[in-house]
């Protein structure tokens, strides 16, 4: 099973879409990019364990067996970023750094990972950069530091 996690990144968001086996599941919201300041940013790219958790509104992710386990959270209300190193998985983006339907993109990531028939309760998540969007960055860059 596939899944990947690409992202733009925007000067006060992370924006990404969540695709399993090439097929878009949900939309998500990080925190921004913060150079420098890995704590208060996204998750750096890379890949991920991600483990299914027994009570929700939880995922799991660890990093190479090592390390503090980070999470995907499924807010209830209004979704806004304000928590650095979580994946907040969305039906929709409004805005910059606002989602809407954060319970059913939950949901419906949750059921994307049970009808993938495998037995395990332990995924890979390969988190990079949105190959059309790239220039997001290196704007979101140059306006910083002016």
Not at 37 to 61: A, H, I, T, V, W
Not at 97 to 109: D, E, H, M, Q, R
Request: glycine share 4%; with cysteine.
């Amino acid at each position: 099973m596939k899944i990947i996690l690409e992202r733009e990144y925007w000067p006060t968001s992370t924006h990404g879409s969540l695709l399993i086996n090439d097929k878009l599941i949900c939309h998500t919201l990080e925190s921004p990019k913060i150079p420098g300041d890995p704590k208060n940013s996204c998750l750096p790219e890379g890949s991920y364990l991600l483990l299914k958790e027994d009570q929700m509104p939880f995922l799991s992710l660890k990093k190479d067996h090592k390390g503090d386990f980070l999470s995907i959270l499924c807010p209830k209300g209004a979704v806004r970023v304000d928590m650095p190193q979580m994946i907040i998985p969305v039906q929709k983006i409004q805005s910059e750094g606002v989602g809407t339907c954060s319970p059913k993109a939950f949901y419906k990531l949750i059921q994307a990972l049970t009808n993938a028939n495998q037995p395990q309760d332990t995924f890979r998540l390969e988190i990079r950069s949105c190959p059309d969007k790239a220039l997001n960055l290196a704007c979101c860059q140059i306006a910083w530091m002016d």
